[in-house]
Each structure stands twice: as C-alpha cells, then as structure tokens.
C-alpha cells in the first residue's frame, strides 16, 4: 500500500514541548508567505499567514516568522498538543491570485 | 456554510483508462483550482477557472488531462489515458477573491495500477 508522507521531512515533540518547523522559499515577489496543516484524508487548512513586509506575527499559540534576508520562514507551535500532528505546508500567495505549496514537514507527538 | 464537495473519495483503474472528478465549490465562489498531490509532496495547482473562463493552465498535461467549468459552479477534471504516475489526491479548491477565503475540498485519491 501506499502511505502519506513516506519521503517527508519528519519532526517528532513531546508532548508539551514547543515545536518549529522550518521552510525555504524561493520567490521574493510573493505577496504572503503561508502555513498550512493538512491532516490525513482531508485538505490543506489554513493556520497562519505573514505578509511580504512584516518580520514577525503572532496569532493563537503559533507565531510565523520571516527572514527575507536568507529566504527562511518558520512556525512555531507552542504547548504541541496531540491534535496538532499532521503535515505542514509552506506556501506562498502571488498576485496571480494563486498559491503555490512548498516543501513538507511531517510533526509526530510523543506523548 | 458548506465546504468544497468532491467526489467520489477513491478510484481505482488500471492504465490506460479513462476517470472524471466532481466538484462543488462553496457558493458564490468565483475561483476555482484544480491541485494536483502526488504522495510525499506539497499541492502542485493544475489550472485555475474564473467563473467559467481558464485563467491559468500552464502545469496542466493537455495531452492527456482536461478540465473544464461550464456553468461557472461545479467543474470536473479527466484523465485520458491514466498513466502510473497520475495517482495521486486531487484537491479542488475555491475562492471568494482574496486567498484567505482558499478553501480546499477533501480531494479525490486515484490509484492507477
């Protein structure tokens, strides 16, 4: 059979702990950067977003950060908590009005 | 407000064969995209409508791959001939205009054997 996330990045917190997961992007001209969590068998769910010009934002235990300088973007999950395991997605939003998905990264919770 | 309904959930055929998939975006949306998610990697957007008309197209394998959204409401999406390397999820997605109001369906998993 076939399973989700075979070749993705893993990152495996206990339980509690704060989590970060890391993303490199390569189109400066990107109006947002993006996160998303997708669980299995079902789609990308939207979590956060930054805009091109901000450095730093905070919403409900996550917090995005951007460095344009190295072309890094971060999330960070603080308290991971079991129902937060599922695939993470960077992505970035563009003026075409379309989004395109980076690079994965599975999150496991050790309890 | 209801989500993106696709269907069916799962498909299987062998190669060569021909598939269609159903979408229904939310209400009023007037974007809609067609993804693309081979197991292990992100969303890889196929082709994007604006009411009825394609606005982007450009990743979409026109040999064997069509899509179309007449009414500007559902749309679907076929292969024709399924290769081996199509299975995949395919995510359809809509829009109200602006991305935070990007909503993914749950997708359809092909397997081609």
């Known amino acids: 059979g076939e399973n989700v996330g075979l070749h993705l990045p893993t990152l495996s917190v206990q339980e509690g702990d704060n989590s970060i997961i890391n993303c490199a992007y390569s189109n400066s001209a990107s109006d947002y950067f993006i996160w998303y969590k997708q669980e299995s068998g079902k789609g990308p769910q939207f979590i956060i977003d930054i805009r091109s010009n901000m450095d730093k934002r905070q919403g409900q235990r996550v917090t995005v950060l951007l460095n344009k300088t190295v072309k890094h973007l971060s999330l960070q999950i603080a308290a991971t908590q079991p129902g937060d395991s599922a695939v993470y997605f960077c992505?970035?939003?563009?003026?075409?009005?379309?989004?395109?998905f980076g690079s994965g990264t599975r999150l496991s919770i050790r309890p | 407000e209801a989500g993106v309904a696709q269907s069916p959930r799962y498909k299987i055929i062998e190669k060569r064969q021909s598939v269609a998939f159903w979408c229904n975006p939310i209400?009023?949306?007037?974007?809609l995209y067609w993804y693309q998610q081979i197991l292990g990697q992100g969303p890889k957007l196929l082709i994007q409508f604006q009411n009825n008309g394609v606005v982007d197209d450009s990743q979409l394998p026109k040999d064997r791959f069509s899509a179309e959204r007449l009414k500007g409401v559902d749309s679907t999406l076929k292969i024709q001939p399924a290769k081996l390397e199509d299975s995949a999820v395919y995510l359809c997605?809509?829009?109200?205009?602006?991305?935070?109001?990007?909503?993914f369906g749950s997708g359809t998993r092909l397997t081609v054997v």
């Open positions: 992505a970035e939003y563009s003026s075409a009005s379309k989004i395109i």
């Open positions: 209400s009023g949306h007037a974007t």
């Open positions: 997605a809509s829009s109200s205009g602006a991305y935070i109001g990007y909503t």
